[in-house]
């Protein structure tokens, strides 16, 4: 059996040279080994083409498969599940393909390979060899082929072969109506949506002299052809390299473009197992998320792909120079000869200075044309070496102002780099096209600037927290640090929720910055040593966290080139998730600049909790309890690609693994959320209750209690009452409830729980039954009795018993103790027992304890009336000895 096949992800070439093979095997059969573009599968449903009969390789017997006829494809790790037939011993295999050569190519019998813009050109031209006829059907599938690949024969990859393919296959009727209409369909509203994403999240990056922009979008389904859509935003943003990264559901989808010959983007999709030309180029990679792909690509393109760029490069030689000894006349005539604004000036062959045109034409203007250029000359200047990169050419030039640097090797002057030709160098390597004033780049596109919330952070926080930024700032402003407020304080800022629990990050030494803070505000510190962290304690207990920026998590040596943010930006990607990754710099020059690596803004208008990368639940399994609550309180849902990485920690039990005193922590903090039952019900779905402990299976039964302790929560909480309960507590005791008192009390112990937490759940265990017990059996319950059988108990176990209680008597008996009896107290005291001649001792709990009940029952409602009733029904004892 003959089969003609391509690569997975077939579009509209490898269609077209499928049909056009077919001309010249015509017993062979049509097979796709994956799935098709979007728009491919609507063109084969929808054309004359659906009665094509094209197979699946479901349908068809593999092992009788003796030839296979490859096209637009010979990388055996893109053919799908031919991938074991095509390296079968003994394979007849034929291949027709147009792409660059790679290590994973496959080899047969007969390889047609030629650098063309299209693969449908190449069997074109070999029916058109042939005299092979091609009605007008096939001549507008063929049409379409090369169409798609060369951009409609503009892309730089079009070759005069593609030019004369098309116009082979013109003059065999291909109808040019019809392709226009097929490569132009509308945009879906998902794929508007998804292009408008796209623009939002588009960054542009400087690597090796060259502008890469990275576009990235985040969807929970598949939306198809990101290829046009990338194409659209390349158009729109006037932007020669370009990728767009695009997670969807498990899997990230890249589509690389490239108008630049030194970026070549189909080698950095190799790298990603996807591939391409140099120019187009697409990749998939599953359970990854954007930013570990998007610096997979960073890694790529500098040690790969772009060549690395040196002040050699662009530097001028040989330079003209002046020398000390020449006049400020004699240098000003250099100058206007040779239309020079800069000249180095040396002494022998070495720099000593640089002299500019403003400074001498400043000294002759003061009669000072004599005067030796060494008097006026700058002497305070930076050097580069032939080998250095332009990033430090860059860091002078720009950053320090600096118009001329000299270049100088061995000793000697070897070029120099101005500001104009280090500018003109920008410009030529990046070749941006820059709009007409008829067009409109959006706000948020990738020349937008730096977004600041200055005056948000002006508009929602107290003045006192606005100048302790301010101050904080300042500080690390004057010791040559950098400040970042971080975390869920921005998260929230940033939502307009409130929440002032400050977290400072200082590139620096944090302990440093604040011993420093701490002496110049009303303040003192709490260091933390080993960890490089300190705690501000004010004078009415409110309190800030600062901490160190994890230096050693500095980026990569293949990592983006820029170093500004790497201390800060390595210390938000150790995160929990992308939502609290936001950072506000402090700074003064640029106090309220919001710094985002990770998307967070992105994702907290989507309303996704989302991860940073696919280990993060394996390095901390309580993370999986922070996302539930997060995804409660903000009423976010979590990501596929977490929620199947969350799946999988349940899997492994990787939560039953953590130290018991960090889950009761993240447990206290779930229980203290205003929807504590939402989360719990959450983590039901998710199975983690045997995570916590084996009786712990939040299963129908246990969410039910829970449910229930909830509402008496609610009934206790509208009583207003003096006295309040710790509501986690009673929670937590429900979580408790499937326990045995020894199983229950040593799982308190081994979480680390406070004394009084531990005694709440002794108290539980070991009395609450025998109490309740003792007053469902009793033939009449007195007030007194209901009051004797609660009052011992902490009100935390009493609302738990009202709880699980089956019956109603018990909650009738509780109810009645809060609403009457709990507070109700006699107003004699022992000591009114003395004054009245009664001796101390057991007598007094007597009395004092029938006062009670006559009080309970409305018998005695003053003081007076309590003392009448002692002397009347308790006599006092004769004293001893009396005559």
């Given at each position: 059996m003959e089969v003609i096949t391509t690569h997975v992800n077939a579009d509209f070439d490898t269609i077209a040279s499928m049909v056009a093979a077919h001309k010249l095997y015509p017993e062979a059969v049509l097979v796709f080994p994956g799935s098709q573009e979007e728009s491919v599968k609507g063109f084969l449903l929808q054309s004359a083409f659906y009665a094509l009969e094209v197979r699946k390789a479901r349908e068809i017997d593999l092992s009788k498969v003796t030839r296979v006829v490859l096209v637009d494809i010979r990388n055996s790790a893109r053919v799908g599940v031919f991938r074991e037939v095509v390296t079968r011993p003994g394979m007849d295999l034929h291949?027709?393909?147009?792409?660059?050569?790679?290590?994973?190519?496959?080899?047969?019998?007969?390889?047609?390979?030629?650098?063309?813009?299209?693969t449908t050109t190449i069997l074109v031209e070999i029916l058109k060899e042939r005299d092979v006829p091609i009605t007008p059907d096939e001549a507008t599938v063929m049409m379409l082929g090369i169409y798609e690949d060369t951009g409609s024969l503009i892309f730089p990859s079009t070759t005069v072969a593609d030019y004369q393919a098309a116009a082979h296959l013109l003059a065999c009727g291909a109808n040019l109506g019809a392709v226009s209409d097929i490569l132009a369909k509308d945009l879906t509203s998902e794929q508007i949506s998804l292009l408008y994403d796209l623009i939002q999240g588009s960054r542009a990056y400087t690597i090796h002299g060259v502008e890469v922009v990275i576009a990235e979008a985040r969807r929970e389904e598949y939306v198809g052809d990101l290829a046009v859509l990338v194409h659209k935003l390349r158009d729109m943003e006037a932007v020669?390299?370009?990728?767009?990264?695009?997670?969807?559901?498990?899997?990230?989808?890249?589509?690389?473009?490239?108008?630049?010959?030194?970026?070549?983007?189909?080698?950095?999709?190799?790298?990603?197992?996807?591939?391409?030309?140099?120019?187009?180029?697409?990749?998939?990679?599953?359970?990854?998320?954007?930013?570990?792909?998007?610096?997979?690509?960073?890694?790529?393109?500098?040690?790969?792909?772009?060549?690395?760029?040196?002040?050699?490069?662009?530097?001028?030689?040989?330079?003209?120079?002046?020398?000390?000894?020449?006049?400020m006349a004699d240098v000003h005539q250099l100058l206007t000869r040779f239309n020079f604004n800069a000249v180095p000036v040396l002494r022998g062959e070495s720099v000593a200075g640089i002299i500019t045109r403003q400074v001498v034409e400043k000294a002759l203007f003061h009669g000072l044309g004599q005067e030796k250029v060494s008097e006026y000359m700058n002497t305070d200047f930076d050097t580069v070496e032939p080998g250095e990169g332009i990033e430090r050419v860059q860091e002078i030039i720009i950053g320090k102002n600096q118009r001329?640097?000299?270049?100088?090797?061995?000793?000697?002057?070897?070029?120099?780099?101005?500001?104009?030709?280090?500018?003109?160098?920008?410009?030529?390597?990046?070749?941006?096209?820059?709009?007409?004033?008829?067009?409109?780049?959006?706000?948020?596109?990738?020349l937008a600037r730096q977004k600041s919330i200055a005056n948000l952070i002006r508009e929602r926080l107290p003045e006192r927290v606005v100048e302790l930024l301010r101050s904080a700032g300042t500080v690390a402003e004057r010791l040559g640090m950098t400040a970042f407020v971080v975390g869920g304080f921005v998260r929230d800022l940033v939502m307009r929720i409130d929440n002032l629990d400050v977290d400072i990050v200082i590139e620096g030494d944090g302990i440093e910055f604040a011993e420093a803070f701490a002496r110049e505000n009303p303040c003192r510190v709490r260091p933390h040593h080993k960890f490089g962290t300190a705690v501000l304690v004010f004078p009415d207990g409110f309190k800030v966290d600062v901490a160190t920026a994890r230096v050693e998590y500095y980026l990569e040596p293949a990592a983006l080139p820029t170093v500004e943010y790497s201390s800060i930006k390595q210390d938000l990607y150790r995160r929990d998730f992308t939502i609290n990754t936001l950072a506000v710099r402090l700074n003064p020059p640029v106090f309220g600049e919001l710094i985002d690596f990770y998307g967070a803004q992105r994702d907290i208008k989507e309303r996704v909790i989302r991860i940073l990368h696919s280990l993060s639940f394996v390095e901390d399994p309580s993370r999986i309890l922070r996302a539930s609550r997060f995804e409660r309180r903000f009423g976010f849902v979590i990501g596929r690609h977490t929620m199947n990485l969350i799946r999988n920690a349940v899997r492994l039990d990787l939560i039953g693994r953590l130290p018991k005193p960090?889950?009761?922590?993240?447990?206290?903090?779930?229980?203290?959320?205003?929807?504590?039952?939402?989360?719990?019900?959450?983590?039901?779905?998710?199975?983690?209750?045997?995570?916590?402990?084996?009786?712990?299976?939040?299963?129908?039964?246990?969410?039910?209690?829970?449910?229930?302790?909830?509402?008496?929560?609610?009934?206790?909480?509208?009583?207003?009452?003096?006295?309040?309960?710790?509501?986690?507590?009673?929670?937590?005791?429900?979580?408790?409830?499937?326990?045995?008192?020894?199983?229950?009390?040593?799982?308190?112990?081994?979480?680390?729980?406070?004394?009084?937490?531990?005694?709440?759940?002794?108290i539980a265990k070991d009395e609450a039954d025998d109490l309740i017990y003792r007053l469902i059996s009793?033939?009449?319950?007195?007030?007194?009795?209901?009051?004797?059988?609660?009052?011992?108990?902490?009100?935390?176990?009493?609302?738990?018993?009202?709880?699980?209680?089956?019956?109603?008597?018990?909650?009738?008996?509780?109810?009645?103790?809060?609403?009457?009896?709990?507070?109700?107290?006699?107003?004699?005291?022992?000591?009114?027992?003395?004054?009245?001649?009664?001796?101390?001792?057991?007598?007094?709990?007597?009395?004092?304890?029938?006062?009670?009940?006559?009080?309970?029952?409305?018998?005695?409602?003053?003081?007076?009336?309590?003392?009448?009733?002692?002397?009347?029904?308790?006599?006092?004892?004769?004293?001893?000895?009396?005559?």
């Amino acid at each position: 059996m003959e089969v003609i096949t391509t690569h997975v992800n077939a579009d509209f070439d490898t269609i077209a040279s499928m049909v056009a093979a077919h001309k010249l095997y015509p017993e062979a059969v049509l097979v796709f080994p994956g799935s098709q573009e979007e728009s491919v599968k609507g063109f084969l449903l929808q054309s004359a083409f659906y009665a094509l009969e094209v197979r699946k390789a479901r349908e068809i017997d593999l092992s009788k498969v003796t030839r296979v006829v490859l096209v637009d494809i010979r990388n055996s790790a893109r053919v799908g599940v031919f991938r074991e037939v095509v390296t079968r011993p003994g394979m007849d295999l034929h291949i027709y393909d147009h792409h660059p050569d790679e290590e994973a190519d496959l080899h047969g019998s007969l390889e047609v390979i030629r650098a063309v813009g299209s693969t449908t050109t190449i069997l074109v031209e070999i029916l058109k060899e042939r005299d092979v006829p091609i009605t007008p059907d096939e001549a507008t599938v063929m049409m379409l082929g090369i169409y798609e690949d060369t951009g409609s024969l503009i892309f730089p990859s079009t070759t005069v072969a593609d030019y004369q393919a098309a116009a082979h296959l013109l003059a065999c009727g291909a109808n040019l109506g019809a392709v226009s209409d097929i490569l132009a369909k509308d945009l879906t509203s998902e794929q508007i949506s998804l292009l408008y994403d796209l623009i939002q999240g588009s960054r542009a990056y400087t690597i090796h002299g060259v502008e890469v922009v990275i576009a990235e979008a985040r969807r929970e389904e598949y939306v198809g052809d990101l290829a046009v859509l990338v194409h659209k935003l390349r158009d729109m943003e006037a932007v020669n390299v370009l990728f767009a990264l695009c997670q969807m559901g498990d899997r990230v989808v890249i589509v690389g473009r490239s108008r630049k010959p030194e970026v070549d983007v189909g080698a950095v999709m190799r790298e990603l197992g996807g591939g391409g030309h140099p120019y187009a180029a697409s990749a998939s990679i599953r359970d990854a998320t954007t930013f570990q792909v998007r610096e997979k690509i960073f890694k790529v393109l500098t040690e790969k792909v772009i060549p690395r760029r040196t002040a050699a490069d662009i530097m001028v030689s040989p330079p003209r120079s002046a020398a000390v000894e020449n006049t400020m006349a004699d240098v000003h005539q250099l100058l206007t000869r040779f239309n020079f604004n800069a000249v180095p000036v040396l002494r022998g062959e070495s720099v000593a200075g640089i002299i500019t045109r403003q400074v001498v034409e400043k000294a002759l203007f003061h009669g000072l044309g004599q005067e030796k250029v060494s008097e006026y000359m700058n002497t305070d200047f930076d050097t580069v070496e032939p080998g250095e990169g332009i990033e430090r050419v860059q860091e002078i030039i720009i950053g320090k102002n600096q118009r001329l640097v000299p270049v100088v090797g061995d000793g000697h002057v070897a070029g120099i780099i101005t500001r104009t030709g280090f500018l003109r160098f920008l410009h030529d390597v990046r070749d941006v096209q820059r709009p007409g004033p008829e067009e409109d780049i959006p706000a948020g596109g990738i020349l937008a600037r730096q977004k600041s919330i200055a005056n948000l952070i002006r508009e929602r926080l107290p003045e006192r927290v606005v100048e302790l930024l301010r101050s904080a700032g300042t500080v690390a402003e004057r010791l040559g640090m950098t400040a970042f407020v971080v975390g869920g304080f921005v998260r929230d800022l940033v939502m307009r929720i409130d929440n002032l629990d400050v977290d400072i990050v200082i590139e620096g030494d944090g302990i440093e910055f604040a011993e420093a803070f701490a002496r110049e505000n009303p303040c003192r510190v709490r260091p933390h040593h080993k960890f490089g962290t300190a705690v501000l304690v004010f004078p009415d207990g409110f309190k800030v966290d600062v901490a160190t920026a994890r230096v050693e998590y500095y980026l990569e040596p293949a990592a983006l080139p820029t170093v500004e943010y790497s201390s800060i930006k390595q210390d938000l990607y150790r995160r929990d998730f992308t939502i609290n990754t936001l950072a506000v710099r402090l700074n003064p020059p640029v106090f309220g600049e919001l710094i985002d690596f990770y998307g967070a803004q992105r994702d907290i208008k989507e309303r996704v909790i989302r991860i940073l990368h696919s280990l993060s639940f394996v390095e901390d399994p309580s993370r999986i309890l922070r996302a539930s609550r997060f995804e409660r309180r903000f009423g976010f849902v979590i990501g596929r690609h977490t929620m199947n990485l969350i799946r999988n920690a349940v899997r492994l039990d990787l939560i039953g693994r953590l130290p018991k005193p960090r889950l009761f922590g993240e447990l206290e903090l779930i229980l203290k959320e205003e929807d504590p039952i939402g989360i719990l019900r959450r983590l039901s779905e998710m199975g983690i209750g045997p995570s916590l402990h084996p009786k712990i299976t939040l299963d129908r039964k246990q969410i039910n209690l829970l449910e229930e302790t909830s509402e008496v929560l609610v009934w206790f909480s509208l009583l207003f009452l003096e006295e309040k309960a710790e509501k986690w507590g009673v929670l937590f005791l429900a979580l408790l409830d499937p326990l045995s008192p020894e199983e229950g009390k040593k799982f308190a112990a081994d979480l680390g729980m406070g004394r009084k937490a531990r005694e709440w759940v002794r108290i539980a265990k070991d009395e609450a039954d025998d109490l309740i017990y003792r007053l469902i059996s009793s033939k009449a319950v007195s007030r007194k009795l209901v009051y004797d059988c609660l009052s011992p108990l902490p009100n935390e176990v009493i609302l738990h018993v009202m709880s699980r209680a089956k019956n109603p008597d018990i909650k009738r008996y509780i109810s009645l103790y809060f609403t009457q009896l709990k507070n109700v107290r006699p107003l004699t005291t022992g000591q009114d027992l003395v004054d009245l001649g009664y001796p101390p001792g057991p007598l007094f709990k007597q009395i004092l304890d029938e006062v009670l009940e006559r009080k309970f029952t409305g018998e005695l409602g003053t003081k007076a009336a309590e003392m009448s009733f002692v002397l009347t029904h308790f006599p006092k004892p004769s004293k001893q000895g009396r005559p």
